[in-house]
């Protein structure tokens, strides 16, 4: 995969990308990044700041992935949800943690504005999840949920 096969023009420095040199980082992987944006509005009007992504990158991942060099590289691998996502899933149909929102919501309506920046075919779905106990047990196949909780308590 060349620069000229992606839709960016500028390395993560700004400098811009020689169009006909390899992509860096390249792959499948890194070029189906997800990359759409949200935007939450609480039910008084505000957007919710507090969505953070700190802690969402295993520290394996932080060892793993560094910045060789900004002005090749199009894709920033030091953001933790670009590392989150370039970890390889396991089975076609994954869960990849995109943000964390560390307060208490009160009740109420809340809107979510999203911005697709995709321009080929993927299915995506939100989940809003509010318990470690859900995290533990939710599974795209439910014999991990099992083993997770055998797993668990193997180590008690």
């Known amino acids: 995969m060349k620069n000229s096969d992606l839709y960016v023009n500028n390395a993560i420095d700004n400098t811009p990308l020689v169009q006909s040199a390899m992509a860096d980082p390249c792959g499948m992987v890194a070029y189906s990044i ?12 505000s957007t919710l700041s507090s969505l953070t992504t700190e802690g969402i990158a295993w520290p394996s991942d932080s060892a793993r992935y560094k910045l060789t060099n900004p002005s090749t590289q199009w894709l920033n691998l030091t953001d ?43 299915t995506q779905t939100m989940i809003s999840n509010n318990s470690e106990l859900r995290n533990i047990l939710s599974s795209v196949q439910p014999i991990f949920s099992v083993l997770k909780i055998f797993s668990f308590q193997l180590c008690i």
């Open 34 to 45: 997800f990359n759409d944006t949200y935007i939450i509005v609480k039910p008084d009007g």
């Open 80 to 122: 933790p949800r670009v590392m989150n996502w370039m970890r390889i899933a396991s089975l076609p149909d994954f869960k990849k943690l995109w943000g964390k929102i560390n307060e208490d919501l009160p009740s109420g309506s809340y809107t979510i504005q999203i911005t697709n920046s995709k321009i080929f075919y993927l």
